[in-house]
């Protein structure tokens, strides 16, 4: 969300934590155009989805941390044999990056990026994709998301989903999610509670 204030800040559009939270989990290709043709910049989608990533880039040099709760529902996961799937709207190169970073690489045995589907979030391809790479049934997998599309994405899909939202704004758009919860040690609580 910094990183997209920043790019508003030097683009000259108003940022607002509601459009932010419309825009989070789609593809960078697809919302840099709808941003372009929103505010009628002159600048290119493409030019607007360098500048975020720059800026994302460096925010996430200085501030990049995990959710609390992150490291225990990986390692429960990993103890309990799951497969795990990271389905990001996020580029390779720097998804691979931080997951080295925070130590967290190893958890995932597939990660889908923007780069794997044609049609990002709120579309179901991206968890199809997932779920097809860990061999699982859409219907038996659990989708963790924090963003509205993500959601969408994931009940699209026909898994259960959790959602963890990360603002205000989007836990109030959820509503359509299995769960909500507010953090992911109340996730790993539901999770356990299913009865896997």
């Known amino acids: 969300m910094l990183a997209f204030e920043k790019m508003c800040t030097r683009l000259g559009c108003q940022f607002t934590q509601d459009y932010h939270a419309s825009i989070r989990g789609k593809k960078k290709s697809q919302w840099a155009q709808e941003f372009v043709s929103r ?11 360098d500048l975020h990533t720059a800026l994302l880039l460096e925010e996430m040099d200085r501030s990049v941390s995990l959710m609390p709760g992150a490291k225990a529902i ?13 389905v ?90 299995d769960y909500v919860v507010s953090s992911l040690i109340e996730a790993l609580e539901v999770v356990k509670g299913m009865g896997l």
């Open 39 to 49: 505010f009628s910049l002159e600048e290119s989608g493409q030019a607007v989805a």
């Open 74 to 86: 990986l390692s429960w996961i990993g103890e309990s044999d799951y497969p795990a799937a990271l």
């Open 88 to 177: 990001t709207s996020s580029d390779l190169n720097y998804v691979v990056t931080y997951l080295n970073k925070l130590g967290i690489a190893n958890s995932f045995q597939q990660i889908v990026t923007a780069e794997d589907v044609m049609n990002g979030k709120p579309d179901p391809e991206p968890y199809l994709v997932g779920a097809q790479r860990i061999e699982k049934d859409p219907g038996n997998c659990i989708v963790l998301e924090d963003s509205v599309n993500g959601v969408l994405a994931g009940k699209a899909s026909g898994a259960t989903v959790i959602a963890v939202p990360s603002t205000k704004s989007d836990r109030e758009q959820m509503g359509n999610s």
